[in-house]
Nanobody
Framework: EVQLQASGGGLVQAGGSLRLSCTASGFAFDDYTIGWFRQAPGKEREGVSYISNRDGSTFHADSVKGRFTISRDNAKNTVFLQMNSLKPEDAAVYYC????????WGQGTQVTVSS
């Protein structure tokens, strides 16, 4: 059974930092590019950051470039998202999943940013 368990969210003031983790099971983690996605209330889910399984190359959406860093530990089937200089518009539920074709979505982790 595919499971993607995100954690590390919370309430932080604008300008603060959080580090999200997502542990995967039920599939060959190191065979997949992994992405972090987020969904704010009333908005569609959007891709934020991605990391390749082949060479570890990364991609970040313009909205988070320079502030967020994605990394992965294949030995632990875990992907991380370091989020710095958080803004109120970063508030959302954050999920990890494979890309470009997602597997079953996990519950995500809530990030709240106070202004």
């Amino acid at each position: 059974e595919v499971q993607l368990q995100a954690s590390g969210g919370g309430l932080v003031q604008a300008g603060g930092s959080l580090r999200l983790s997502c542990t995967a099971s039920g599939f060959a983690f190191d065979d997949y590019t992994i992405g972090w996605f987020r969904q704010a209330p009333g908005k569609e889910r959007e891709g934020v950051s991605y990391i390749s399984n082949r060479d570890g190359s990364t991609f970040h959406a313009d909205s988070v470039k320079g502030r967020f860093t994605i990394s992965r530990d294949n030995a632990k089937n875990t992907v991380f998202l370091q989020m710095n200089s958080l803004k109120p518009e970063d508030a959302a539920v954050y999920y990890c999943n494979t890309a470009p074709m997602p597997l079953r979505w996990g519950q995500g982790t809530q990030v709240t940013v106070s202004s």
